[in-house]
């Protein structure tokens, strides 16, 4: 299957501070979405985003699928933004099925 | 209120035992998903349906089974072949389609005692 890389593993920020979560993906895409999975475990749903750039607040994201990378920004952080961050990606050819990175760990400390 | 309800929250089974999942959608979608999530890891992909009475086996399907009888309804069962059935338990679904976005279920948390 398609391989997903994020990057950092791990994120420490002081609140206030911006931060740019990468994520890498080995092959051709028609979906790539973002998630934040809160402290009981539901992934929220934070970006649909195959190609392009969308906002939502203090987040926005980039996705550049000729590249085979997207990037997720959080500014302003707030001590809720903690939790992990997932990248996940369906491949252009097979079914809708979604294959996922390892995720981004994002502390926010006041 | 529109979305995916995964019951029970959390789930304890002795070995031995098989145990069933439940996942309901009124979302109208008809895709639906199983994934399993360990410890620091992303989530791999157990199951999938696109239409009732039909699914397709995904990444790590050994040990599992579903029935998809209704539209809304996906259960998955982990049976006693599974060796390490200890994990987060999440179910999706979409519509149907390629670049079709996905949303999931609050989870279940599976331990064997």
């Known amino acids: 299957g398609i391989q997903v890389e994020q990057s950092p593993p791990d994120l420490i920020l002081q609140e206030g501070a911006n931060s740019t979560l990468r994520c890498n993906f080995s092959d051709s895409v028609n979906n790539l979405q973002w998630f934040h999975q809160n402290p009981w475990g539901q992934l929220i749903n934070l970006f649909y985003i195959p190609s392009g750039t969308k906002q939502n607040g203090r987040l926005s994201a980039t996705t550049v699928a000729t590249e085979r990378y997207s990037l997720l920004y959080i500014s302003s952080s707030q001590t809720t933004d903690s939790g992990v961050y997932f990248c996940?990606?369906?491949?252009?050819?097979?079914?809708?099925?979604?294959?996922f990175g390892t995720g981004t760990r994002l502390t926010v400390i006041p | 209120d529109g979305g995916i309800t995964q019951s029970p929250k959390y789930l304890f089974r002795k070995e031995g035992q098989n145990v069933t999942l439940s996942c309901e959608q009124n979302?109208?979608?008809?895709?639906m998903y199983w994934y399993r999530q360990d410890p620091g890891q992303g989530l791999r992909l157990i199951y999938y349906s696109q239409i009732v009475n039909d699914f397709q086996k995904g990444d790590i399907a050994e040990g599992y089974s579903v029935s998809r009888e209704k539209k809304e309804s996906f259960p998955l069962t982990v049976t006693s072949a599974q060796k390490n059935p200890t994990a987060f338990y999440l179910c999706?679904?979409?519509?149907?389609?390629?670049?079709?976005?996905?949303?999931f279920g609050q989870g279940t948390r599976l331990t064997v005692v």
């Open positions: 996940a990606v369906g491949p252009r050819l097979g079914a809708n099925n979604l294959f």
């Open positions: 999706a679904s979409s519509i149907l389609g390629e670049s079709a976005e996905a949303f």
């Open positions: 979302l109208n979608h008809d895709a």
